[in-house]
């Protein structure tokens, strides 16, 4: 049987807005395509051998959990990174997201150093960037859209060579002012939806779930499935993000 290893880095810390629901997605879309999967679940201090591992999974925390887990997560810096230039699929949400960059500028000015895996950088901001929100997203031809919600107060900015994972449509994006949202390198993905993302957004789940497969080297074309009601929940999404009533807002922190 095809199987692929989930890890789920710092479940009890990272876990903003119902991001495990991305966990429950990838599981029973791999599920019932017959696919097996292994779930690892990493605590602080826990060893981690990343060379085994198809698809990490990072979501969002708030300031105080991040704090708790950022040290340890700079002591397998080196590992990760090299895992990541290898192939092996990330899927990072906000605070995690903000993680993989170069450094993160808090409001004091004090520069923090981060993971390196993307070439980006996040400062603090005086106002939080909050609402629902939808992208257009180039991973596939034509274009598909991803509707999420977003809170968070740093604003990220992507190097040069960066790709993003999308324009923005609807919200505020990475920096609410150069309309991008996310980023992409390799098999590694950042972005800023929570809401969760991947049960609305079925074909992004199976699109991390092929890139696994591949890099653990079964590559296979995933049997389509039934997915009237998860596009019913994304067109829902995209409705409550363009109404006037859920109009997103900028608040200050």
């Known amino acids: 049987m095809v199987k692929i290893r989930l890890f789920h880095l710092y479940p009890e810390h990272l876990n903003l807005y119902g991001d495990r629901g991305n966990m429950l997605a990838l599981c029973r879309r791999a599920e019932w395509r017959n696919i097996a999967i292994e779930i690892v679940s990493i605590k602080p201090g826990e060893s981690i051998n990343f060379s085994s591992c198809d698809l990490l999974f990072m979501g969002g925390g ?46 004091g000015g004090e520069k923090l150093a981060g ?61 609410g002012s150069d309309k991008t949202e996310g980023a992409v390198h390799n098999n590694v993905i950042g972005t800023y939806l929570h809401g969760s993302l991947l049960p609305k957004n079925p074909w992004l789940t199976d699109y991390l779930l092929e890139k696994a497969l591949s890099y653990r080297g079964t590559p296979v074309k995933l049997a389509s499935l039934d997915d009237s009601l998860e596009q019913r929940a994304h067109d829902s999404a995209i409705v409550l993000a363009r109404s006037r009533r859920h109009k997103r807002l900028s608040t200050r922190a």
């Open 62 to 107: 708030q300031d105080s959990d991040q704090k708790l887990i950022v040290e340890d997560l700079k002591k397998r810096r080196d590992e990760l990174k090299i895992a990541a230039e290898n192939g092996m699929v990330i899927f990072s949400v906000c605070g995690s997201y903000q993680l993989l960059g170069n450094y993160y500028v808090a409001v």
């Open 115 to 175: 993971l390196g895996i993307i070439d980006l950088y996040t400062e603090a901001g005086s106002r939080r960037l909050i609402g629902n929100a939808v992208i257009d997203c180039p991973l596939w031809q034509p274009p598909r859209t991803l509707a999420g919600f977003e809170n968070h107060a740093g604003k990220t900015y992507l190097g040069p060579s960066v790709q993003p994972l999308g324009t923005v449509l609807t919200g505020f994006g990475n920096n």
